[in-house]
Every structure is written in C-alpha cells, then in structure tokens.
C-alpha cells in the first residue's frame, strides 16, 4: 500500500503487464546494490558480495477485484498481476533449471545463444546449421560454453495448486492450476499447505 500511495504509475505498471515490468525492477534492485556496494569503503566491502539474482516481490495489495481471484485464472488474465489462494496438491522436486545456453561454433568458431523452450519443457534446441550470417559456415558441430548466473541457470519447482475446497459450492468439482516457483520460492511449501500466490 505504501508503494502504491508513493509510487502509483510504477503500481499499475506491475498490475497492467507484470512479465514486462517486474523483471525490469528485477534488474533495477540488481543495479542499486552494486551501486551500494561500490560506494562503500574498501574495508566495509569485506565479507560482502553484491548478488545478482534479486527479486522485487509484491505482496499486501488492495482486496481488489482486479487483483484478487477466487477462482483459477483464466486466459484473459495471461500477463496481468494476479493473487490466488489455494489448497497445494502436489510438487516436483526442485531443480536446477537452464534458461539459456551458450554455444561455439566448431568451424568457424561464432558464438551464439540458444534459448529454453518453455511450451516444450524447457528443452534447448540448437539450430540445424550454425547461425552466422557472415560466413556461409553450414557447420552442424557446437560446443556448449559453461556460464553461470541467473540468466543462464535458476532454482526451480513446480506446484499444482487447488481451488479451496470450503469456498466451493456442493457438488462442484475444484479445479486447479499448476504454478512455477523460481529461486527463493522454491521449497517454501509443501503438500496440504493453503498458500496465496502473487
Ligand atoms: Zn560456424
């Protein structure tokens, strides 16, 4: 509420196209803390390491309509900040998840980025020929480069979350919904557990 009353347009940002806007605070929180970091004193700096893996995270808005759903969302809703509370019902175990790999080409030596398949479970499919458009290399032969950071690689876990079954009329069935949790939400919950998701 309070970043809502100091800071409305970044708020309705966030609400109107969270995919859009909240990794770019992501990556403004990531920025101010090196920022921090840099300003301090050399002695000060010792037994500190900026991260770059920060999260903005909302939570404590307004029992709106807009945000707050008590039943699943549906495709209309695709890209918007949402609030649902629900019944966990299962979970994978967590993981490490690849987002993105780098590769070199064996030939002529381009480098290039390939990136996960989300609707094909994350699977990271290199392209038929190497993609330099300089030369006409029809090579076919890539090497991975090993990088780290959250860009390439993140903690990752999968819930199916249900609709409270006290709020449902008799006689209907629940429906339910499966959520991805990434770095720091993961392993936060557990099976029977009632969670609000933001
Ligand atoms: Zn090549």
Known sequence: MLLLEAFPKLCEAILANSAK??????????????????????????????KDNIHFRVMGLPQCPE??????????????????????IRTTQQR????????KCKKCGHEFLVKADYDQYYTIKTPPQC????????????????????TYRRDYQEIKLQ???????????????WVTLEDDLVDQCKPGDDITVW
């Open 163 to 177: 609709e409270p079954v006290h709020k449902l009329a008799v006689g209907t069935v629940p429906t339910s919904l």
């Open 21 to 50: 806007y909240l990794p770019m605070y992501d990556a403004a929180l990531v920025q101010a803390a090196k920022k921090l970091y840099t300003s301090l004193e050399e002695e000060e700096q010792i037994n500190l390491v900026p």
């Open 96 to 103: 490490v998840l690849e987002y993105q790999k780098e590769f």
């Open 131 to 150: 993609p330099n458009s300089n030369t006409n290399c029809k090579s076919t032969n890539y090497e991975p480069i090993e990088k780290l950071g959250p």
């Open 67 to 88: 945000v707050h759903r008590s039943t699943m969302p549906r495709l209309k809703d695709h890209g918007k900040f949402l609030c649902i509370q629900g019944t966990v």
